[in-house]
């Protein structure tokens, strides 16, 4: 069983004004033999020591990341800081903290889930799903669900909180990620910032923040969680596909044989005078990997001299391409039909993450997409929250059934457990 608990504080600066907030929501006195705390805010938070004081008042590891804007089940206000805490006599939530990641090297992003792997009692080095060799019986000091006593010492699924880094892929941490697990169900953000150009986006664990590391929640026991995932509707994108003839990580380079840039001239996309592309933001990708997957979204954020589209994240080539177009209409209604779907028989808690760019499509009026989630979920009674993203890690179905690990764009995405 798993119990859970939704919190948020405005309070920037009054540290302990936002600590007591935070523990009036809060029942420690409730709290089962395992917890872990997940939290979204904006970078002053940090800055004012909040985030710090928080975690020398809490009893249980806090993981998250900074964003622009959020909520939580009664919250108003969209600059509030985030808490969700889980907590059960049952699960088993461990966690890691990379090291510094300057560039997509594998090495380091493997440590890490080993790391977490080890902090589960779980032996380091061995295959995803291989047997342990752990004895029959209760180790001394361990309680009988405890991971290192599994046959197979694997995970149920993975929260994965990444920085946003110029060097570094969304893509890189999920195809590292899942490799390393053997596929482990992956859901989680990349951190952003209320700054221009994102320079204070954080990783958040264990009450400070980082620019450069990953943090990973491994989370064991018996647990089924449901995913969510919101694109972009079928008549918000144009009927002509491409083919991806050549591509590199995540720059386009052709489409159709032609530099990717005449694809999307083909579609409508307008040049200035100058020839640049005018309004390329607002003009996804949906990219179709052909594998059986459901499609994704790919958000092109810069066309280079050569006729190249650089997109945040990867496309291979192969790939099927199409050209939608998002405005707010589009993500009103798209966010709207998936929270109306949300499966909450039965459930404990909602975690939602959503693209920083449907938070700016939304205008001057952004708090409509979070008026959305209070509208579906504030009479459920669950707790409940919310936090925009750099970017979206979550399953989708796989050929055959099953999962398959995906990094998105421009979605909005639920876990329900």
Known sequence: MI?????????????????????????????????????????YYIESG?????????????????????TAKDATDLSVLTLMVWTSD???????????????????????????????????????GQPTGQPAGQPAGQPANHPANHPAGQPAFMLTYAPLLLTVGGDFFVNTLDAASGG????GTLAVDH?????????????????DRLALVLVYGDVQPRYYLATISDEKVFAESGLVTKSSGNQVMAVNGKPAVEFLKEKGLATDANGVMEGVNSFPYIVDFNDGTDPVIRVIFATTPEGYAVCLGDVPEGSTLSVGYFDDEEILRSTGGKLAELELSGAHMVLIYS???????????????????????GGSGLPYTETYSGGEICPVDARGGGLANRFHNSTFIALVL
Request: charged share 10%.
């Open 90 to 128: 049952e699960l088993v939530f461990a966690t890691s903290l990379s090291a510094p990641i300057a560039s997509e090297d594998e090495a380091i992003v493997i440590a890490s889930y080993q790391d977490a792997l080890a902090a589960a009692g779980q032996p380091t080095g061995l295959p995803a």
């Open 3 to 43: 119990q859970a608990y939704s919190a948020f504080t405005d309070e920037v600066d009054d540290v302990q004004a936002a600590v007591a907030a935070i523990l009036a929501q809060i029942p420690l006195d409730k709290l089962l033999t395992n917890s872990i705390g997940l939290i979204g805010c904006q970078a």
């Open 195 to 211: 700054t221009l150009d994102y320079h204070l986006s954080q990783v958040i664990y264990q009450g400070a923040g980082y620019s």
């Open 355 to 377: 693209c920083i760019g449907r938070y700016f499509n939304l205008g001057f009026t952004p708090e409509r997409g979070l008026d959305l989630i209070h509208k579906y979920l």
């Open 50 to 70: 909040v985030v710090a004081a928080l975690q020398q008042a809490l009893p249980f590891d806090i993981i998250g990341q900074t964003t622009i804007a959020g």
């Open 184 to 187: 482990v169900p992956n859901f």
